[in-house]
Nanobody, 115 residues
Framework: QVQLVESGGGLVQPGGSLRLSCAVS????????VGWYRQAPGRQRELVAQ???????NYAESVKGRFTISRYNGKNTVALQMNSLKPEDTAVYYC?????????WGQGTQVTVSS
């Protein structure tokens, strides 16, 4: 059984920072890529950032230079550091991993960027 639990969301002013954390249960963590996704009201869920099992990363163009994804294999955790936040970053943020063809999602954490 794989479970993912996100934390760290909240309300922040434009230009501020937040750090999201995704805790992944089970022994598969170190061998799996993990991604952060977000979904704003009325919009499709989109990939924000992804990190491979060996630490290679990729980012959506809209967050490059502002967001940083990191993994801590000893703690089965992936973090998303978000700086210079904009109102358009407002969304529910989810982390995801997979085993074979099956995806596993967390419950999501709300990020609201507003003055």
């Amino acid at each position: 059984q794989v479970q993912l639990v996100e934390s760290g969301g909240g309300l922040v002013q434009p230009g501020g920072s937040l750090r999201l954390s995704c805790a992944v249960s089970g022994s598969i963590f170190s061998n799996r890529a993990v991604g952060w996704y977000r979904q704003a009201p009325g919009r499709q869920r989109e990939l924000v950032a992804q990190i491979s099992s060996v630490g290679n990363t990729n980012y959506a163009e809209s967050v490059k230079g502002r967001f940083t994804i990191s993994r801590y294999n000893g703690k089965n955790t992936v973090a998303l550091q978000m700086n210079s936040l904009k109102p358009e970053d407002t969304a529910v943020y989810y982390c995801k991993t997979y085993i074979g063809l099956r995806d596993y999602w967390g419950q999501g954490t709300q990020v609201t960027v507003s003055s």
